[in-house]
């Protein structure tokens, strides 16, 4: 059974930046396609950023793209997302997830294992 571990979430300043780290115990991350996913608060989890177990093709949200990039170290076995410039708005509870049947994408049906979040805080 895959269990995820997030970690680097924090308060932050409008502008910004922060790096999540993604990491697993039980199996290798390195098999799954991973994504990110915000839930703020009052709000429903809604996928930020993906990337496929080959690290070749990623998603991502418009209200993200280009100030956010999701990465993955395979010989750290570890998916990164970079988060620059931040705004209020991003605010929340983040997870990272794992798909072991071959989806892809920003939805939260594709994914089968999920961690228990980080909490990032974007205050002035």
């Known amino acids: 059974q895959l269990q995820l571990v997030e970690s680097g979430g924090g308060l932050v300043h409008p502008g910004g930046s922060l790096r999540l780290s993604c990491t697993a115990s039980?199996?290798?991350?390195?098999?799954?396609?991973i994504a990110w996913f915000q839930q703020a608060p009052g709000k429903e989890r809604e996928g930020v950023a993906a990337?496929?177990?080959?690290?070749?093709?990623?998603m991502y949200a418009n209200s993200v793209r280009g100030r956010f990039a999701i990465s993955r170290d395979y010989a750290k076995k570890t998916v990164y997302l970079e988060m620059n410039n931040l705004i209020p708005e991003d605010t929340g509870h983040y997870y990272c997830?794992?798909?072991?049947?071959?989806?892809?994408?920003?939805?939260?049906?594709?994914?089968?294992?999920w961690g228990q979040g980080t909490q990032v805080t974007v205050s002035s």
């Open positions: 039980g199996s290798t991350l390195n098999l799954y396609h």
């Open positions: 997830a794992a798909s072991q049947r071959d989806l892809y994408g920003l939805g939260t049906g594709h994914y089968d294992f």
């Open positions: 990337i496929t177990s080959s690290g070749v093709n990623t």
